[in-house]
């Protein structure tokens, strides 16, 4: 059987540009192009480009460890408009005193946006780092506090 051939497509959306990876089953990946744009908030994400668009639920292949699969897949069920802490994640994927290597996941996360990593913030209510730079994640927050959410994941 012939690997699936691949799929490159730009994503707009409130926290810029991001440049999707995968192929027409599945997405793999997700790289920021660009900074992050100034101006308005308010408008809405482009719809999931094609091929992955086309289907109701985004499938995703990940590849990582055991622990940052788990992260990961936590990640999806933290609600559009919620933050949690990094203890409240390590929490969630029961290992409380691991909150290091939670964080260590989180920044591993192969898909901002999509694994929504900007969701987790510090245990002091302070935003963290991100990926994708700290004002991205602000705005991320904040677009999503007031007007998103992003696709289904499976």
């Known amino acids: ?7 490159r497509a730009l994503w707009q959306g409130p926290w810029g540009t991001l440049l999707l990876i995968g192929n027409a089953r599945v997405l793999v990946a997700a ?18 480009p094609a091929p992955w668009g086309l289907h109701p639920t985004l499938r995703l292949a990940l590849t990582g460890t055991d622990f940052q699969l788990a992260v990961w897949r936590s990640l999806t069920r933290i609600a559009s408009g919620e933050c949690v802490s990094y203890s409240e994640l390590a929490a ?14 989180v920044a591993a ?3 901002p946006v999509v694994l929504p ?5 510090r245990r002091d209510g302070g935003h963290g780092g991100y990926i994708g730079g700290a004002s991205r994640k602000r ?10 959410s992003h696709p289904r994941c499976s």
């Open 92 to 105: 969630a994927v029961d290992r409380p005193r691991a909150v290091r290597a939670v964080a260590s996941a």
């Open 109 to 111: 996360n192969p898909l």
């Open 1 to 7: 059987m012939r690997p699936a051939a691949p799929h």
């Open 117 to 121: 990593c900007h969701r987790v913030i």
């Open 31 to 48: 790289r920021f192009q660009g900074g992050c744009p100034a101006g308005d908030t308010a408008s809405p994400p482009d719809p999931l």
């Open 139 to 148: 705005r991320l927050i904040h677009w999503e506090t007031n007007h998103g």
